[in-house]
C-alpha cells in the first residue's frame, strides 16, 4: 500500500502495523505527538509552534487579569518545568513577560506583550488552517466528540480523585 498524504505534506505510512498495546496513556501520547506534528508543520510559516501558540491564546483570552507561572500550568494541565521550558524562547522573543502585580507585589503574573498579540493574530489562521484539515478528515461531530472527551480526561477532579484513592497519593 502506498503511504498516505495527510495535510501538511507529512506523509502518514499505513502500511506500518499498529501497536497491539491496550494502553490508553501510549495511545494518547501517541496521537498528542502526531497531532502536535501535523500542527506544527501547517503553522511554521508563523514562527510558532502548536504549544506556543496554545500558550499566547490563553494568555490573550486572560489580559485583564494575567495568571501566575503556576495558575498558568493548572490551566494547561503542564508541569511547571515543561511550561518554564516553553516559556523561556516566548520570553527571549519578547512575546510574554513576567510583571509585578500591583496589588500584590509578591504575585508575578505571565503576560502577553504587543509583540505576543501580534503573533497571535499571525498564527491563529495557520491554527484555523490546521483544524480545518483535521475537522475535515474526522467529521464536526467526531472532532467535538473527541474535544469533550480530552477535556474531561483534563480537566475532571473525579478522575483525579479516583485515581489518588486506588494509588494512595493525594
Not at 491554527?127 to 474535544?147: D, I, T
Request: charged content about 30%.
Amino acid at each position: 500500500m502506498d503511504p498516505a498524504p495527510a495535510f501538511g505534506g507529512t506523509v502518514l505510512n499505513e502500511s506500518k502495523p499498529r501497536t497491539a498495546s491496550p494502553c490508553i496513556a501510549g495511545a494518547m501520547r501517541a496521537a498528542s505527538r502526531r497531532l502536535t506534528m501535523l500542527y506544527d508543520e501547517v503553522m511554521a510559516p508563523s514562527g510558532l509552534r502548536v504549544t506556543q501558540f496554545h500558550i499566547l491564546s490563553e494568555l490573550e483570552r486572560r489580559t485583564s487579569k494575567p495568571p501566575t507561572v503556576t495558575e498558568l500550568c493548572e490551566i494547561l494541565t503542564m508541569e511547571r518545568t515543561a511550561l518554564g521550558q516553553t516559556l523561556q524562547p516566548l520570553e527571549r522573543e519578547g512575546l510574554v513577560e513576567q510583571i509585578r502585580d500591583e496589588s500584590d507585589r509578591r504575585r508575578r503574573p505571565v503576560r502577553l506583550t504587543p509583540a505576543g498579540q501580534r503573533a497571535v493574530i499571525r498564527g491563529r489562521k495557520y491554527w484555523a488552517e490546521a483544524h480545518a484539515h483535521f475537522e475535515r478528515f474526522f467529521g464536526n461531530k467526531a472532532l467535538v466528540e473527541l474535544r469533550t472527551t480530552l477535556r474531561d480526561i483534563a480537566e475532571s477532579p473525579a478522575l483525579l480523585a479516583e485515581f489518588a484513592s486506588k494509588s494512595g497519593t493525594k
